[in-house]
């Protein structure tokens, strides 16, 4: 599986200030400190709204053992629980086996969140931040001497997995990232299932784009994934997206910690929930194949979306992971025995 995703992201790839860099002892990890922003949603970024605050964000950036003069890399990001070492750090060792170089931070203990306030907020998951997070990660890796800028991937988990897909959103890119550069592939993990391009050229930025699913994944349904393809192609549009799915496999299945493969009920699902588009207008809903204008209670605004809300907005997610949760609250969790990957 690793030789695939290595082969993936090695095919295609403000200016960041780095507050610190230090070399610890075995010459092959750096601690670096890089400037990113803090969103209350991404109505925030798209009308160009100042940003919340201005965060400092600690990362790790680790090299194979391997020498070489220049390294392809990968920036990780975690799961909705934060940096875990049994799950992003284990798979971080597991590329630069393979050659890359790797950089992993947690963007939730940058503005000093836990996962439990995370889950139980009206505000959602800050999405917005990961996403300004993993583009201020980009940007420090390509300033890096020893990083090839064409070069950098992006791997992410569940909500590291919806911040991997939504920097491929050439809209998105643009906003938080002027100029060409990008990222060379985009591989997301059982991902949130929230966000979509809108069927058309240039939604996104071209680069390959790998989901990896679990079969038996409620919280974001194989369905649903296959739903959104399923308008693109409708529309003439194929957009640059793989999916690969595991028999058996429940949403988290490379997470350790998490004991028995289940349904996490906590975590809300999107089953029954719409594509939010994003898109060069306003966004717009998927529901049934078709899309419709997303609604006043989607944004939970008087005006309109280009402009400023009298009201704050919330993330497009929550509502409907409020509505998933009560779905779900009297489901029994189907189980199933473990495989560790």
Request: proline share 7%; with cysteine; net charge positive.
């Amino acid at each position: 599986m690793y030789l695939r995703l290595a082969t993936l992201i090695t095919a295609a790839v403000f200016r960041v200030g780095i507050a610190q860099s230090e070399t610890l002892a075995d010459g092959r990890t750096e601690v670096v400190k890089f400037q990113s922003r803090s969103y209350a949603d991404f109505r925030q970024v798209f009308t160009r709204e100042a940003a919340t605050a201005t965060t400092t964000v600690s990362a790790t950036l680790s090299f194979p053992d391997e020498a070489m003069d220049r390294y392809a890399a990968v920036v990780i990001v975690h799961t909705i629980a934060g940096y875990q070492e049994s799950n992003e750090g284990w798979h971080a060792a597991q590329f630069r086996k393979a050659g890359f170089a790797t950089l992993t931070y947690d963007s939730f203990a940058a503005r000093g969140m836990s996962e439990a306030a995370i889950i139980g907020s009206s505000a959602g998951p800050p999405l917005a931040s990961g996403v300004a997070d993993a583009f201020a990660a980009l940007r420090l890796l390509a300033n890096h001497p020893k990083i090839d800028a064409s070069h950098i991937g992006i791997v992410g988990f569940s909500f590291g997995g919806e911040v991997a897909h939504l920097t491929a959103f050439e809209r998105l890119r643009s906003m938080l990232m002027p100029g060409p550069l990008r990222f060379a592939a985009h591989v997301a993990y059982y991902p949130a299932g929230v966000y979509g391009a809108t069927a058309e050229p240039g939604a996104y930025t071209g680069a390959p784009i790998l989901m990896l699913l679990g079969e038996k994944d409620d919280n974001l349904p194989v369905a649903k994934a296959k739903e959104y393809l399923d308008y693109a192609s409708g529309r003439g549009y194929s957009p640059p997206i793989e999916i690969l799915i595991y028999p058996g496999a429940y949403h988290a299945w490379t997470v350790p910690g998490l004991g028995t493969l289940r349904f996490y009920p906590q975590y809300g699902s999107t089953r029954k929930c719409p594509f939010v588009l994003f898109g060069p207008a306003a966004p717009t809903l998927l529901i049934e194949g078709g899309t419709k204008a997303a609604v006043t209670r989607w944004f939970m605004m008087r005006r309109s979306w280009a402009g400023p809300p009298t009201i704050p907005s919330l993330f497009f997610e929550n509502t409907c992971g409020l509505k998933a949760r009560a779905d779900n609250a009297s489901r029994a969790p189907p189980r199933m025995p473990r495989s560790r990957r």
